[in-house]
């Protein structure tokens, strides 16, 4: 059974940091592409972030360049994402997700991925 399991939500500061992981079983997923996504309350889930299944390419929104950095370890089978200078706006659930060996599809885009997790509430106070 493939499972991804997110952990390390929280209530923080704004201004904090969080480190999001993703330990991902009953796959290898080293093959696969890697992505991090947001969901807002009454919003749609949104791109973050996202790391390649070579681990020489890390993509990010705008919103979060040079706050958030994506990484993985791939003989962890566990892909992180560290969260600075978090702000309000940040506030959502945030999912992790994985993609298909070897894929070339858009790695933006929620439908790129075949396998997500649960979900971590990350919340950002003022």
């Known amino acids: 059974q493939v499972q991804l399991v997110e952990s390390g939500g929280g209530l923080v500061q704004a201004g904090g940091s969080l480190r999001l992981s993703c330990a991902a079983s009953g796959r290898t997923f080293s093959r696969s592409n890697m992505g991090w996504f947001r969901q807002a309350p009454g919003e749609e889930r949104k791109f973050v972030a996202a790391?390649?299944?070579?681990?020489?390419?890390?993509y990010y929104v705008d919103l979060v360049q040079g706050r958030f950095t994506i990484s993985r370890d791939d003989a962890k089978n566990t892909v992180y994402l560290q969260m600075n200078s978090l702000k309000p706006e940040d506030t959502a659930i945030y999912y992790c997700?994985?993609?298909?060996?070897?894929?070339?599809?858009?790695?933006?885009?929620?439908?790129?991925?075949?396998?997500w997790g649960q979900g971590t509430q990350v919340t950002v106070s003022s």
């Open positions: 790391i390649t299944w070579r681990g020489d390419s890390t």
């Open positions: 997700a994985a993609s298909a060996w070897y894929s070339y599809s858009s790695i933006r885009s929620t439908t790129s991925y075949d396998y």
